[in-house]
DNA sequence: GCTTATACCATACAAATGTATGGTTGTCAA
DNA sequence: TTGACAACCATACATTTGTATGGTATAAGC
């Protein structure tokens, strides 16, 4: 694709960020507004320019607002619950404790995410996951020896590395963190796989 | 929420997949010759009964598609490039440097991101930011001392820890990993500060 | 010097699009 | 039978929005 200069580059970035955040592209009067032009010509200019370097297509003459942008991908985003305090008995989706929810972009994940968990403790920072961070959580996928997963012990659920002890058939949670200790509790149930972890600054 | 008829469950319905197909509502025009409908007024009476209803919102008046769904309202998604190979003596955010875009949840950040940055190498892996993750960048942002940064220097662009040794007034990077050496480099150059990390398992 | 490209301005006009107003017909409940 | 409501039609008009045309200034390249 051709060279886009600063400005150019400037005017697709506000389409693109316009399309993606109010569902519909900018008028041309709406572009001169933003960026101070005071004709209309202007803006003309600009989508010719990048409609001829490839950046830009428009569907049809004389619509409204029907500038695409080439190679936009409109990601399909995953609207995923984040959980709060999990209450004893209740199932772990219960609506009670879903605390919001958070938008994903769908190409971030291979596979989707059911849950997003706030991080509480340190027993995971040997694998990069600090308290505060979120954890993206698949349910039932299945999980290898080692793998991080979140699990559940009454009403407890934790972040840790899963083991299989097959000499005594049961499971082990190992913390990333030489201060704990691992878990083998027969009451262990595995919620799920973590498949990311978000963190804030 | 209030029953709908079988005829304005079809109009939203379409309006519906028109959004989501093709990026931007279909005009009232539209419906009317989908519908077959003869009168413009037919299709304004449905609107301003599914608005009524709360299955529809508009903004603004006399602006071109601009109907709203109500429920089909995403948060506000931040879209952001991805940037890959940068290359000498081009700005950072240059077209050639861009691999792509993901889109992010606002909520998930304060201030916003400008751009992303996978990680290569090891050399933060002591703050929990490992090879492959992506980082989030804010350009100009204000830094503080101790405070992850991406900078660069020459053609390469690095994340690590920004210091300022007051008393020979530079610049100084560390890594999160003893295996690597302090940088004083005097053409560091902060690109921004790393307000974000996500990881893919 | 000439051409080309970028980066602007100004204005008139055409087409699309939303709005306002006032109808008709049929059904269903009070 | 009256009234409310859904489901249409028709037309004039206001406003937005895209198009067309013709400018100016500056810098780069031949």
């Keep these: 694709m051709e060279q886009l200069t ?12 316009i399309q993606t955040n109010q569902g519909t ?26 409609e001829e370097k490839g950046y830009l297509r428009r569907r049809g003459k004389f619509k409204a607002r029907f500038l695409d942008i080439v190679g936009l991908t409109t990601n399909p985003v995953l609207n995923v619950p984040v959980l709060g305090q999990v209450r004893a008995g209740a199932p772990i989706l219960a609506v009670e404790n879903i605390d919001g929810y958070i938008n994903l972009d769908k190409s971030l994940l291979d596979n989707g995410a059911d849950f997003a ?20 959580v698949r349910i039932n996928s299945r999980t290898e020896n080692g793998e991080i997963v979140v699990a559940r012990i009454g009403e407890e659920v934790t972040v840790k590395k899963i083991y299989c002890d097959t000499k005594y058939r049961h499971l082990r949670l190992e913390a990333a963190n030489p201060a704990y200790k691992p878990i083998s509790d027969p009451d262990i149930q595995i919620v799920g796989k973590v498949v990311g972890v978000f963190r804030k600054y």
Tied chains: 1, 2.
Excluded at 35 to 47: C, N
Excluded at 117 to 136: C, H, N, Q
Aim: net charge positive.
């Design 25 to 50: 592209p900018p008028t041309m009067r709406e572009i001169m507004k933003e960026f101070g032009f005071k004709s209309i010509g202007t803006v003309q200019d600009y989508l010719r320019i990048l």
């Design 117 to 136: 968990l706030r991080v509480k403790g340190d027993s995971m920072t040997g694998a990069g996951i600090y308290e505060g961070d979120f954890v993206l």
């Design 6 to 17: 600063e400005k150019q580059k400037a005017i697709i970035d506000f389409i693109r960020n």
